[in-house]
Nanobody, 123 residues
Framework: QVQVVESGGGSVQAGGSLRLSCVAS?????MAWFRQAPGKEREGVAG????????YYADSVKGRFTISQVMANNTLYLQMDSLNPEDTAVYYC???????????????????WGQGTQVTVSS
């Protein structure tokens, strides 16, 4: 059973940057980041197809966040720039072995979930 483990969350002031990392224990086809703020539904942030051939972004983060992947060490990254308080949430690294588009429209696309890492942006 493939597992994913996130790291890199923390607190930052508005306008700042953070980079999240996620290591997968085995083969994955799609990897992505979702987030959940208190009292809100889980929201897709960004996804990437194995090898980085295609990336997918939620409109709310386009131009500010960058998803990338290093295949050599099975590591997924999310570079978050120009953070604002609305980005405050628990961020989850997710993965799936199923071939297809790696969109972040629905959490059900992904069967493997990490424990989450807290990101807090203060104004």
């Amino acid at each position: 059973q493939v597992q994913v483990v996130e790291s890199g969350g923390g607190s930052v002031q508005a306008g700042g940057s953070l980079r999240l990392s996620c290591v997968a224990s085995g083969y994955t086809y799609c990897m992505a980041w979702f987030r959940q703020a208190p009292g809100k539904e889980r929201e897709g942030v960004a996804g990437i197809m194995r090898g980085g051939w295609r990336t997918y972004y939620a409109d709310s983060v386009k131009g500010r966040f960058t998803i990338s992947q290093v295949m050599a060490n099975n590591t997924l990254y999310l570079q978050m720039d120009s953070l604002n308080p609305e980005d405050t949430a628990v961020y989850y690294c997710v993965a799936d072995l199923g071939i297809g588009e790696c969109t972040v429209v629905s959490p059900s696309r992904y069967k493997i979930w990490g424990q989450g890492t807290q990101v807090t942006v203060s104004s």
